[in-house]
């Protein structure tokens, strides 16, 4: 079967997550509803969705009209939107539902944040949901039986630590937590293929967004998922590089006149240099000085992320492990994970990452000791990222 270019779909989702470990999901900025947990109908009024036998309530008709998505498949993402999501509608299950693929390893969300606005992106969501409901619509009156939800296919290779980029975690953050209050029901399952040792640590980070519900609704597929995941999509609905028939009219098995494999954003699209990040720590650090942040980690697999800036000039950083307890040690009486360097934090904001191999106590330090004029401060935000368990020890199962 040949891939047919599907104009208008447009179809994203953030990548990986939201939230700080520590604390519950925040709510989203712009009003939602708390409806009551029935299935969503894509029967009603012209122009508008209700919940079986409940009246919309006055929350989600505000957010209706405030995002316009009664014509919002009238409006089109910026064109760098369009070009650099890595997601697609991909045929239909067995069932008939719509599949939704999203395909992580060039998903480039700090570069779409750096080209157009959150609230453009957020909009680009919404039309995702209310083109994937159109498309139920559809197939209920193609197959004369109710098509209310979809299939959803993570395509998880590749996944990095730059997929846990803070402000790109808060982003998916808020899209979540509305997708959760006003689109309860459209996920009938979320698929993971290829999924990497990182990916328990990013779905911790997500989980605290989703319902009980919806978690329930993840299947993890192993080693031989091409053949699983014809148990749940024909293989003519798949592209041939995920073991189904469809692929270009030219042969090609990526399907690439269909499915949205992202990529990295031109820096010709970026509006901005940076995405303004807050703080929870400030600390001085004197002329031929330095500080040091200790975090201790419990076992290996965590995830260590931190941002920073520095007023005053540039800043050294680094991170260590310590070989003694209970004492302040050196740099060079640690083992360096990440050897020191300066940077021009004072200019353009730092970030990163780094997968704890071991347990012990990891020090992040900002090392000023090169200046001997100027004292710095240093503004910074460090969190450890633990792996959900439940998830590690299935894909273990998987891998035995």
Not at 228 to 234: A, E, Q, T, V
Not at 332 to 354: F, I, K
Request: positive net charge.
């Amino acid at each position: 079967m040949q891939c047919r270019e599907q104009q208008g779909t447009g179809l994203t989702w953030p990548c990986l997550r939201a939230l700080s470990i520590l604390g519950p999901c925040p709510l989203p900025s712009h009003p939602v509803p708390i409806p009551p947990w029935k299935r969503w109908s894509p029967q009603g009024a012209a122009g508008s969705r209700t919940w079986p036998g409940v009246p919309m309530s006055p929350q989600h008709m505000e957010f209706r009209k405030q995002q316009d998505l009664d014509h919002i498949l009238e409006w089109q993402p910026p064109q760098v939107v369009q070009l650099y999501t890595a997601s697609s509608i991909c045929g239909h299950d067995s069932e008939g539902s719509p599949v939704w693929l999203h395909i992580i390893r060039d998903f480039d969300l700090k570069g779409l944040l750096l080209s157009v606005s959150k609230q453009q992106l957020l909009r680009d969501r919404f039309r995702s949901c209310e083109l994937l409901l159109r498309d139920c619509e559809e197939q209920s009156r193609k197959l004369g039986k109710k098509v209310e939800r979809v299939t959803t296919v993570f395509d998880m290779e590749g996944l990095g630590l730059k997929h846990l980029w803070k402000p790109g975690v808060e982003f998916a953050q808020e899209f979540l937590s509305t997708l959760e209050a006003n689109y309860p029901e459209l996920l009938k399952r979320v698929i993971i293929v290829k999924a990497p040792k990182l990916f328990p640590v990013a779905f911790n980070l997500v989980k605290a967004c989703l319902r009980e519900e919806t978690r329930k609704k993840v299947v993890i597929l192993g080693d031989n998922w091409k053949q699983d995941l014809h148990k749940f999509i024909s293989p003519d609905q798949l592209p041939a590089v995920f073991g189904g028939t469809m692929t270009d009219p030219d042969g090609n098995p990526k399907c690439l006149t269909k499915i949205n494999y992202g990529g990295e954003v031109p820096k010709s699209y970026h509006r901005r240099q940076q995405v303004r990040l807050q703080y929870e720590h400030t600390v001085s650090v004197g002329r031929g000085s330095s500080q040091q942040v200790e975090n201790e980690i419990l076992f290996p697999g965590c995830v260590l992320r931190w941002q920073f800036a520095s007023d005053g000039g540039d800043i050294g950083f680094g991170v260590f492990l310590k070989t003694k307890m209970g004492e302040r040690q050196r740099a060079g009486e640690m083992t360096a994970v990440l050897p020191s360097q300066r940077y021009n934090a004072h200019l353009v904001p730092e970030d990163g990452s780094l997968t704890c191999a071991e347990a012990g106590v990891y020090v992040l330090r900002f090392d000023n000791t090169f200046s001997l004029v100027h004292s710095k401060h240093v503004s910074y935000t460090v969190e450890v990222l633990l792996p959900d368990q439940t998830l590690l020890e299935k894909m273990e199962d998987h891998s035995r």
